[in-house]
C-alpha cells in the first residue's frame, strides 16, 4: 500500500500487499480522512498495516491497519471503551453527551473505522458480510451481528477489502 498525499504508510511494504483496485480505493478514503481531519502534506496523518493471510488478503484484495496517528488501533479501542464507561457512568446526561462528543472528536481509530464505513463499497463475499471490521464493528456496524470469534481476531486493528 503506497503513501499519499495526506497520509503515510510507516509499515515496510510486504505488510501490505494490495491489488490496484484496493490501493486506489483505500487512498482516496484515507486523502479524504486526512484532509477532513486536518492532515497536510507537510505534517501527514500515519498509518501502519499488518500482514493478513486468510480470505481476501491471499488474492491481496485485503488490508489490515493496525495503527493511525501513532497509535495502535487496539490502543485506541480501549480508550474509547474507557470513555464509554465513563459517560455511563456519569452524573447526569449532560456530562454523558459531553464525554462521548470529546472521544468522538479526538480518537482517529474510531473516526477512521467511522470514514471508511462512510466511503462504502468495500467487498461483501456471497455468504459473508461487508468486508469492514474491526474493534467498533459490533457497535457501529457494518456487520453488527459478529461473532465473538471474530470481533476478538479484530480487536487490534482495521481490516478492509475490495
Do not use: C
Given at each position: 500500500m503506497?503513501?499519499?498525499k495526506l497520509f503515510r504508510v510507516v509499515s515496510p511494504p510486504e505488510q501490505a500487499p494490495v491489488t490496484a483496485q484496493l490501493a486506489t480505493h483505500l487512498a482516496?478514503?484515507?486523502?479524504?480522512f486526512g484532509r477532513a481531519n486536518g492532515f497536510t502534506e507537510e505534517k501527514p496523518l500515519t498509518l501502519s498495516f499488518g500482514r493478513g493471510t486468510l480470505g481476501l488478503h491471499r488474492s491481496h484484495r485485503a488490508a489490515d491497519i493496525y495503527a493511525v496517528g501513532g497509535k495502535g488501533i487496539g490502543v485506541w479501542a480501549q480508550e474509547w471503551?474507557?470513555?464509554m464507561r465513563r459517560a455511563a457512568a456519569a452524573q447526569n446526561p449532560q456530562e454523558s453527551s459531553s464525554i462521548i462528543a470529546e472521544e468522538k472528536q479526538r480518537n482517529l481509530g474510531h473516526k477512521l473505522y467511522k470514514a471508511l464505513q462512510a466511503h462504502g463499497d468495500w467487498a461483501q463475499p456471497s455468504g459473508y458480510p461487508v468486508q469492514l471490521f474491526g474493534p467498533w464493528t459490533r457497535g457501529e456496524g457494518p456487520h453488527?451481528?459478529?461473532?465473538?470469534?471474530?470481533l476478538r481476531a479484530h480487536r487490534d486493528h482495521i481490516h478492509v477489502a475490495r
Amino acid at each position: 500500500m503506497p503513501s499519499g498525499k495526506l497520509f503515510r504508510v510507516v509499515s515496510p511494504p510486504e505488510q501490505a500487499p494490495v491489488t490496484a483496485q484496493l490501493a486506489t480505493h483505500l487512498a482516496q478514503a484515507l486523502e479524504q480522512f486526512g484532509r477532513a481531519n486536518g492532515f497536510t502534506e507537510e505534517k501527514p496523518l500515519t498509518l501502519s498495516f499488518g500482514r493478513g493471510t486468510l480470505g481476501l488478503h491471499r488474492s491481496h484484495r485485503a488490508a489490515d491497519i493496525y495503527a493511525v496517528g501513532g497509535k495502535g488501533i487496539g490502543v485506541w479501542a480501549q480508550e474509547w471503551n474507557g470513555a464509554m464507561r465513563r459517560a455511563a457512568a456519569a452524573q447526569n446526561p449532560q456530562e454523558s453527551s459531553s464525554i462521548i462528543a470529546e472521544e468522538k472528536q479526538r480518537n482517529l481509530g474510531h473516526k477512521l473505522y467511522k470514514a471508511l464505513q462512510a466511503h462504502g463499497d468495500w467487498a461483501q463475499p456471497s455468504g459473508y458480510p461487508v468486508q469492514l471490521f474491526g474493534p467498533w464493528t459490533r457497535g457501529e456496524g457494518p456487520h453488527k451481528q459478529i461473532s465473538d470469534r471474530m470481533l476478538r481476531a479484530h480487536r487490534d486493528h482495521i481490516h478492509v477489502a475490495r
